[in-house]
Nanobody, 119 residues
């Protein structure tokens, strides 16, 4: 069983920056993709950015150029650097990971970290 723990959320003014971190622990064998999603009340969870074990990343269009996803495979950690934040970035941000253990695939979510951007 793999657990994801996010940190780094908080309250920041528009135009500011935040860096989210997510650490995977437990029966971690092979982690394939790691990603950040976000969700606001009443809306579906949406992909923010995803990064493969090899470092290939992709982003939702509205976040390109403002957000950067990175990972440290040795630390089983994924980061999300968020710059030029806007009020519409306010959401709960969730970490996601998938991988393999003893030939079986798995995926899991973190509990979420709240990001609030004020005017």
């Amino acid at each position: 069983q793999v657990q994801l723990v996010e940190s780094g959320g908080g309250l920041v003014q528009a135009g500011g920056s935040l860096r989210l971190s997510c650490v995977a622990s437990g029966r971690v064998s092979i982690i394939n993709d790691m990603a950040w999603y976000r969700q606001v009340p009443g809306k579906e969870r949406e992909l923010v950015a995803k990064i493969s074990s090899g470092g290939h990343s992709n982003y939702e269009d509205s976040m390109k150029g403002r957000f950067t996803i990175s990972r440290d495979n040795a630390k089983n950690t994924v980061y999300l650097q968020m710059n030029s934040l806007k009020p519409e970035d306010t959401a709960v941000y969730y970490c996601f990971a998938d991988g393999f253990l003893y030939g079986s695939s798995w995926f899991t979510w973190g509990q979420g970290t709240r990001v609030t951007i004020s005017e």
